[in-house]
């Protein structure tokens, strides 16, 4: 059996499945905090926080599960993408700490509520525009040489970095939006539902943009999108896109309150399929191949024992938190 398991191909997967999980979870509650400031003052505020109060610390386990995965499986490229990251990563974790703080220090400290609503709000702003900058950084190309990180200090910051960067926001904005549409109610429904619609059609604006300039960024991208007989499967992600874009504006329209986010996921999953269509078989993109990356098929093996009895304990208690708080969020919690 061991002959025909490509150990490689199996971590790619679980750090890809890690690294979407973390984007769907913790994506709607960054989103949430983007969107802060156009919520009134007091009952709409305080129904957003208590939708993601009960979650919103454990969806950064995956985070944490993806990083660690990517240095143990994949050593190289660890070794090549933060180095050349340094400042977004930096960034990202401090917006996620600050963040953090905040959510907690505008309940004990009422006297200080706006600061720590303003903290909570630019801390998600920044988290989400430098994991958007560094995709857009890592799809544009690592300078690389002698296996290792040889460009500079800025190399990551370019017009499409940005443009992915302002996607990330967008799409997360759309996620925090459609989950106050489930969780929410009364004048804090209505005004999520505003906010969907509206995000759904910058979403697909945006999506549409860096669908289109990602081709150009190098001739090996635009044949895995465009050469045939390639072009025969990847022209279902775009068509799948449309399919999910009319259900979610459907089901806004006809009132529904679950279907929208799951429409929203549909359309970030087929945009993380895109991405993988793009990059396969890099994990840093025209310069290592996951092959290329990978930690000896000992500890592959090793950690991949830890992974199926983690990964599922994770998924359990996930699934739980959500399951006992799966009604809607009061303005004085889950009823």
């Known amino acids: 059996m061991t002959e025909y398991l490509d150990l490689t191909i199996v971590w790619a997967m679980i750090i890809g499945f890690a690294v979407f999980a973390y984007v769907v979870m913790d994506g709607f509650d960054l989103g949430i905090g983007i969107l802060f400031p156009t919520f009134a003052v007091g009952d709409e505020r305080d129904q957003a926080m208590n939708s993601i109060a009960p979650v919103w610390d454990g969806n950064e386990t995956w985070l944490v599960l993806g990083g660690g995965a990517l240095f143990a499986a994949f050593p190289l490229a660890y070794a090549i993408i933060l180095p050349a990251t340094y400042p977004l990563v930096i960034a990202m974790l401090l917006g996620l700490v600050f963040r953090g703080v905040a959510f907690e220090f505008r309940w004990r400290h009422p006297r200080h509520r706006a600061f720590w609503d303003a903290a909570f709000s630019l801390g998600s702003?920044?988290?989400?525009?430098?994991?958007?900058?560094?995709?857009?950084?890592?799809?544009?190309?690592?300078?690389?040489?002698?296996?290792?990180?040889?460009?500079?200090?800025?190399?990551?910051?370019?017009?499409?970095?940005?443009?992915?960067?302002?996607?990330?926001?967008i799409g997360y904005a759309l996620l925090g939006a459609s989950w106050l549409v489930w969780k929410t109610e009364s004048t804090s429904l209505a005004n999520a539902r505003k906010l969907a619609f509206w995000l759904g059609i910058a979403t697909l604006v945006s999506l549409a943009a860096v669908s289109i300039a990602t081709p150009f960024l190098t001739y090996d991208y635009w044949r895995r999108w465009f050469a045939m007989p390639g072009v025969l499967l990847t022209a279902q992600v775009p068509l799948l896109v449309m399919i999910s874009a009319a259900l979610f504006f459907w089901s806004l329209r006809r009132g529904m309150e679950r279907v929208p986010f799951v429409m929203a996921l549909a359309i970030f999953l087929l945009g993380f399929a895109g991405l993988g269509i793009s990059i396969y078989p890099y994990i840093v993109p025209r310069s290592v191949t996951i092959w290329d990356a990978a930690a000896p098929p000992q500890s592959q093996w090793f950690m991949l024992v830890g992974a199926m009895i983690i990964i599922p304990i994770i998924l359990i208690y996930t699934a739980w938190a959500y399951w006992v708080f799966r009604g809607k969020a009061g303005v004085h919690g889950y009823h």
């Not at 958007?132 to 990551?156: C, K, S, T």
């Open 125 to 169: 702003l920044v988290a989400a525009f430098s994991q958007g900058i560094m995709l857009g950084a890592i799809l544009q190309g690592v300078h690389v040489e002698n296996q290792a990180y040889a460009g500079g200090w800025l190399d990551w910051l370019s017009p499409f970095s940005l443009l992915t960067g302002v996607a990330l926001v």
